[in-house]
């Protein structure tokens, strides 16, 4: 479909699929913005796709929040009395597809009971994007009086360059966000493929679409 069809979904809070490339990760995912993200789409998502509910931050806002990559909090506790963790923490060529991963934080809503439950995620979720839309607002604000971590949400920051950086689920969807004037944090999930083991491919995911109406992109469309 065409990116205006899938601009147009986003800004009704309909769940799209994202393909990122043949020659990086080949994978495509369920994107969905956070603050329309329900209990159903959680189900959905945990049901069809199988790969990680994440949320998507744009790098501006995590900034703001004090989000960090999780690799550099890896590095600054290892230099800190955790030697142990030195080893953990992801070295250049690890990721044979990519520079660098885009985990931040691990969180729950304070408000939530186990956090895992598909209401508990989509209430973290939704919190989440609305403390994106607040902050992007100018206000300021302190991260943990709502949410704390570890929890079962997983956050992901959008590199700082966008697409001129890096080119993976979390710029894509992000880059969508603003291209579609609603508020830059998407929930991401991976489609995997139970049969083969592997990532569902393009043609499965393509014959998914069509079968839910959902619209279906390549990131060389948004590119």
Known sequence: MSLENVKESLRNGKMILLYDADDREGETDMVIPALNTMPADVARMRCDGG???????????????????????????????????RSLVEKKGDIIYDSRSSFSL??????????????????????????????????????GKEFRSPGHVALLRAASGLLDERRGQTELSIQLALMS???????????????????????????????????????????
């Open 51 to 85: 790969g990680l509910i994440c949320v998507a931050v744009l790098g501006d806002a995590a900034d703001r929040l004090g989000l960090p990559f999780m690799t550099d909090l890896l590095k600054s506790v290892s230099m800190n009395g955790y030697n142990s963790l």
């Open 181 to 223: 004037g609603i508020t830059p944090s998407m929930v991401v999930c991976e489609m995997l493929d139970g049969k083969t083991g592997k990532a569902l491919s393009k043609e499965d995911a393509m014959k998914y679409s069509i079968r839910h109406n959902m619209p279906f992109i390549e990131g060389k469309d948004i590119l």
């Open 106 to 143: 691990w969180v729950n809503h304070r408000k939530t009971f186990t956090g895992i439950t598909d209401n508990d995620r989509a209430f973290t979720i939704n919190k989440v994007g609305e403390i994106v839309e607040k902050v992007m607002n100018g206000e300021k604000l302190d991260f």
